[in-house]
């Protein structure tokens, strides 16, 4: 059966007060609504996956 998929991704801050993502790029600061996002898939089957990442401490050569 031919399926069609609908997806957003997002990158960067998060604010869960505000329900809203800051996505910082080189020239602007882009904020989007998480939750007007996510309510085009109110009703829907879906499958929500969530990343963070953090740097990795560097080896100390001493």
């Known amino acids: 059966m031919a399926k069609r998929l609908k997806s957003v991704q997002l990158k960067g801050l998060f604010d869960m007060g505000v329900m809203e993502i800051e996505e ?25 996956s969530i990343k963070e990442e953090d740097e990795l401490p560097v080896k100390d050569n001493e």
């Open 24 to 48: 910082a790029t080189k020239d602007s600061i882009n904020t989007y609504d998480l939750k007007d996002l996510l309510s085009e898939f109110d009703g829907k089957t879906i499958t929500i």
